[in-house]
Antibody, heavy 118, light 107 residues
Framework: QVQLVESGGGVVQPGGSLRLSCAASGFTFSSYGMHWVRQAPGKGLEWVAFIRYDGSNKYYADSVKGRFTISRDNSKNTLYLQMNSLRAEDTAVYYC???????????WGQGTLVTVSS | DIQMTQSPSSLSASVGDRVTITCRASQSISRYLNWYQQKPGKAPKLLIYAASSLQSGVPSRFSGDGSGTDFTLTISSLQPEDFATYYCQQSYSTLYTFGQGTKLEIK
């Protein structure tokens, strides 16, 4: 069965950096695009970034462009999100999700909490 | 950017009711519209993709309709496990925006 497991969350000071990982199993990871989506405490879902199956194209929300970088290692079945210049408003649960094709997100991880606070 | 607006923001209903949630896009998105259900403390779950296609394993009481800018999610007969928050999401543009959510509560 499809499994997505995020890790790397934690508490970081404003201006700091953090790298999230998402370990995938149960499907051919190298054949599917992948997304990061976040949810601030008590708020709705916000799409963050998408990477095509082969890493050839990457797309970002305006709120994170220039600060966050999505990447993948298909040999390790792992998705990453490098987050730099973190701000308080980046505090959220970060989910990785598999693209079903047509950018419907059909499987999601359990999420990892990132807290940006001094 | 394409803005997605859901209505209502919250809704009270009873078990057995028929419920419809609306999602409107700020520009035409053809049928590139998906619906998700989220329960507290859990990850979202895909219900409907491409406006009206039912994701595998999702009960047939869920249905989606619409094209262009106006879309609906209908639950034909509410069950206790359906009380949750529902989100629409457009996949027409590569800025894949979500609606603000509709919280469905028990009356």
């Amino acid at each position: 069965q499809v499994q997505l497991v995020e890790s790397g969350g934690g508490v970081v000071q404003p201006g700091g950096s953090l790298r999230l990982s998402c370990a995938a199993s149960g499907f051919t990871f190298s054949s599917y695009g992948m997304h990061w989506v976040r949810q601030a405490p008590g708020k709705g879902l916000e799409w963050v970034a998408f990477i095509r199956y082969d890493g050839s194209n990457k797309y970002y929300a305006d709120s994170v462009k220039g600060r966050f970088t999505i990447s993948r290692d298909n040999s390790k079945n792992t998705l990453y999100l490098q987050m730099n210049s973190l701000r308080a408003e980046d505090t959220a649960v970060y989910y990785c999700a598999k693209d079903r094709e047509g950018a419907a997100l059909d499987y999601w991880g359990q999420g990892t909490l990132v807290t940006v606070s001094s | 950017d394409i803005q997605m607006t859901q209505s209502p923001s919250s809704l009270s209903a009873s078990v057995g009711d028929r419920v419809t949630i609306t999602c409107r896009a700020s520009q035409s998105i053809s049928r590139y519209l998906n619906w998700y259900q989220q329960k507290p403390g859990k990850a979202p779950k895909l219900l409907i993709y491409a406006a009206s296609s039912l994701q595998s394993g999702v009960p047939s009481r869920f249905s989606g309709d619409g094209s262009g800018t106006d879309f609906t999610l209908t639950i034909s007969s509410l069950q206790p496990e359906d009380f949750a928050t529902y989100y629409c999401q457009q996949s027409y543009s590569t800025l894949y925006t979500f609606g603000q959510g509709t919280k469905l509560e028990i009356k």
